[in-house]
């Protein structure tokens, strides 16, 4: 699980970075990425009713990233600065195996 001061809460936050953020796509997610005034990276992870009409698989999906994300954060933030980054779950993500989700996310980072 994501460290508190690493969770985008805040809607004019996410808003801000819909609007502005700099776009990648990958097979499962499409991501969005701004910098931020502060060294710590923030997420939040958007998977909408199109990808599973059940909460529970949409929460376990993200639940799964969140993990994935908390376990590599030393390994994927550099010192200096601070993004946000909005991770949109597209639909056909429920049906991959763990390990193929977090291969996506972690090449959508390199």
Do not use: H, Y
């Not at 953020?21 to 005034?37: A, D, Y």
């Not at 502060?38 to 599973?52: A, H, L, P």
């Not at 993500?93 to 193929?100: G, I, L, N, R, T």
């Amino acid at each position: 699980m994501l460290p508190k001061k690493n969770r985008l809460q805040k809607k004019k936050d996410i808003d801000r970075i819909f609007r502005n953020g700099e776009t990648k796509r990958n097979g499962f997610f499409v991501t969005k990425i701004k910098n931020n005034n502060s060294e710590d990276w923030r997420f939040c992870f958007i998977v909408s009713q199109k990808v599973s009409k059940k909460a529970s698989v949409r929460n376990k999906i993200r639940r799964r990233l969140s993990g994935f994300v908390g376990e590599k954060l030393k390994g994927i933030t550099p010192a200096k600065t601070g993004k946000d980054v909005l991770v949109i779950v597209r639909s056909g993500a429920e049906k991959e195996s763990p390990q193929e989700m977090e291969k996506a996310l972690l090449n959508i980072f390199r």
